[in-house]
C-alpha cells in the first residue's frame, strides 16, 4: 500500500491557478488508476477499467474538465502519477 498523507483542504486552494484545467497525456498514462481516488474534486474518472489475464487491472483515465479546479493538487506531489502523465490542458 502507498502511504499518501491527509493533506487539508485549505492547502489545495493555495496552489489553485485561475483559469487552468489539467487534462492525461494518454500516451504517457501508465493506467495505473493511482490519480483516481486522490483529485479532491473527483474530476479524474475512469472510462474504463479492464483486468488483463495476468491479473493486473488497467483504468482509462481522463480529467472531466467541467469539475477540475485547477487546483495543481494532482501534479504537486510525485506518488500522484509515475508517469507525469497530467498536464495543463
Ligand atoms: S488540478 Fe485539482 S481538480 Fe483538477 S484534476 Fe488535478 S487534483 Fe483534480
Ligand atoms: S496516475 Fe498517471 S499514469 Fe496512473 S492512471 Fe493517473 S494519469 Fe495515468
Do not use: H
Not at 485547477?70 to 502519477?81: I, N, P
Amino acid at each position: 500500500m502507498i502511504f499518501r498523507p491527509e493533506i487539508p483542504r485549505v492547502y489545495f486552494l493555495r496552489f489553485r491557478e485561475v483559469n487552468v484545467v489539467y487534462k492525461i497525456n494518454t500516451k504517457k498514462c501508465l493506467k495505473c488508476g493511482l490519480c483516481v481516488t486522490q483529485c479532491p474534486e473527483n474530476a479524474i474518472i475512469v472510462d474504463d477499467k479492464e483486468t488483463q489475464f495476468d491479473g493486473l487491472v488497467l483504468y482509462t483515465t481522463r480529467i472531466d474538465a467541467e469539475k477540475c479546479t485547477g487546483c495543481g493538487v494532482c501534479v504537486s506531489f510525485e506518488w500522484w502519477c509515475p508517469a507525469k502523465a497530467i498536464i495543463k490542458g
